[in-house]
């Protein structure tokens, strides 16, 4: 599929209620101005046409980001001597974990394909 990429002007409250709904779905802006746009050209019919996503957001969204914010209010309580100390610590632990391994792998995740694509994009203009 084809991408072209646009610029529009929307009023400020229309913009918030579409990245409101973007958090609410766990999808990106532009996947819900891109579902507002088809359901518009859409052909009409005789019943009306309700598209229906799931309530709440996907993946366990809800327990990372409570996970994280309980990780960062423990980080935070700490001394910044101790969070040094403790980052030093860790990353001595993950380079004894790295000896006699091979080469390292890293796993980069995108919320959505368009900002792979721009990954991708920047990253084969850099190579």
């Known amino acids: 599929m084809a991408f072209e ?3 529009i002007t929307l009023p400020r409250d229309v913009l918030q209620a579409a990245d409101r709904r973007a958090r609410q779905l766990d999808r990106s802006r532009s996947w819900v101005i891109v ?18 996503e799931a309530d709440g957001p996907v993946y366990a969204v809800e327990e990372v980001a409570a996970a994280r914010r309980r990780h960062l209010a423990t980080d935070l309580a700490r001394s910044p001597a101790e969070r040094l100390r403790r980052a030093e610590e860790l990353a001595r632990v993950a380079r004894q974990r790295r000896r006699g391994r091979g080469p390292r792998h ?7 394909y368009e900002d792979f694509y721009e990954w991708k994009k920047a990253s084969r203009v850099g190579a």
Request: aromatic share 8%.
């Open 5 to 7: 990429r646009i610029s």
């Open 35 to 52: 579902e507002a746009v088809r359901a518009y050209l859409a052909p009409p019919t005789d019943a009306p046409r309700q598209v229906r």
């Open 106 to 112: 890293q796993v980069i995740g995108f919320d959505t």
